[in-house]
């Protein structure tokens, strides 16, 4: 068997000598050493050779024990692994950290979004690295809930204003595989989402006692602030399906996928469920995954000429989803501003640059995102029809939405509209 020892020496203190084999051979073994001159190096030495004497005391204790039973072959790396943990000081846990835990496991069930999820794991990741930042000034520093008050979700907040800085100037904030990812700067419409999840988290423990006094008494969350929306028009959309792409054949599936969404405005999340079951007489059928763990509704979007010749298209496509590379929404994010800017959508639009909030020009391909078909329905449609509720009859809003405002844009055309009305 074989393990790594995880124990590292410098090489000087390492020497080779010779020996008899248990065979009755002459040998050469590698061998630990020390030196007089205690230097920061020498005193290291000393203390792996300590450690190698241990870690090879418990791994004979560990064999005597297991005498008369099968060894598995991780037998060694698993013993080798119990003895490192055995030598760590025991740190008591940080109950919010718990707290998050519990209700993660609390609240989990097969129809939650696996998006949804993730942002709060990544919330936990993020108390996890503030945690070892404050001990680095203060170590016994402990994160727990009585300590969790709107002074410190204030000061977790400046954290996640600067965390991406953070990481690259202390390392051991993402040493362990915890806390290990890759930290970019967080713009301020993120970090007040953020706190809503955890104001969710705070609710379910005060309401189910977790917790005497929720913080959110007191602490404010930050308004969100967002551009005036920007979407394909129709005449753009045209375009795009008009354009020959037969030379990028993976690309036309792409434009498809796009235009398909754009005549439907689901969520990207739900258009990557999709198979060919949800075509039903003509109309899409589904349950958006956000709401399917709340109050689930079936959305009903009526294919219109352009969606139901798409569908026709790919009917014979041997596969159960409704096109092929439904994989990943990094790959159809990027497509997406490929085959924009290709077909020759270069419209230069006004959009809030998220982390610094000023206002900037940016040509539409640059700045589409899977969402943008989503928004390029509902503007459309609003345009059209200037009814929300019809609207969010088939883009699955709730009636009154404050989100849905986000969609609406009131333009040339509808202002000379209102104005004509009362002359």
């Excluded at 993402?174 to 970090?191: C, D, M, P, Q, Y």
């Excluded at 009814?387 to 009859?393: N, P, R």
């Amino acid at each position: 068997m074989q393990a790594r020892t995880n124990l590292w020496i410098s090489p000087n203190f390492i020497k080779s000598e010779k020996y008899i084999s248990s065979k009755g051979r002459q040998s050469v073994r590698l061998v630990l050493t020390t030196s007089r001159t205690k230097t920061p190096e020498a005193v290291n030495a000393d203390e792996v050779k300590t450690a190698w004497n241990n870690l090879l005391t418990f791994i004979e204790n560990e064999y005597i024990r297991m005498k008369g039973m099968e060894l598995d072959k991780t037998w060694l790396v698993d013993t080798v692994e119990a003895f490192h943990k055995s030598m760590q000081p025991e740190v008591p846990q940080s109950t919010f950290i718990l707290l998050i835990d519990e209700f993660l496991k609390s609240t989990s069930n097969p129809l939650q979004s696996p998006t949804r999820r993730q942002a709060y794991i990544i919330i936990r990741r993020s108390f996890l690295r503030y945690e070892i930042y404050r001990r680095i000034t203060n170590p016994h520093f402990l994160l727990t809930t009585e300590v969790v008050d709107e002074n410190l979700l204030k000061d977790f907040e400046s954290f996640l204003i600067r965390e991406h800085e953070l990481v690259e100037e202390y390392p051991q904030l993402s040493a362990t595989e915890e806390t290990k990812a890759r930290v970019g700067k967080k713009s301020l419409n993120t970090i007040y989402g953020n706190f809503r999840f955890i104001k969710t988290i705070m609710n379910w423990a005060f309401n189910n006692r977790r917790i005497s006094y929720n913080p959110f008494v007191k602490f404010k969350i930050g308004q969100r602030t967002y551009g005036t929306p920007y979407y394909l028009t129709i005449e753009e959309r045209k375009q795009l399906e008009e354009y020959d792409f037969s030379a990028t054949p993976r690309d036309e599936i792409f434009r498809d996928m796009f235009v398909f969404h754009c005549c439907v405005g689901c969520r990207q999340s739900d258009l990557f469920t999709f198979t060919k079951d949800n075509i039903v007489n003509g109309e899409l059928h589904y349950v958006a995954r956000k709401t399917k763990e709340g109050l689930p509704k079936t959305i009903k979007v009526p294919l219109n000429t352009t969606a139901s010749r798409i569908v026709e298209k790919y009917k014979d496509y041997d596969g159960d989803k409704l096109f092929p590379w439904m994989e990943s929404k990094y790959i159809y994010n990027r497509a997406i501003k490929r085959i924009l800017k290709t077909a020759g959508i270069k419209r230069m639009v006004v959009v809030l640059n998220p982390k610094t909030r000023m206002p900037e020009n940016r040509p539409l391909y640059e700045v589409a995102s899977t969402h943008i078909a989503r928004r390029t329905f509902i503007g459309n449609l609003y345009k059209k029809f200037k009814d929300q509720g019809m609207v969010s009859a088939l883009s699955g809003h709730a009636p009154g939405s404050q989100a849905f405002a986000r969609y609406r844009e009131v333009d040339e055309e509808m202002r000379k509209e209102m104005v004509d009305a009362i002359d």
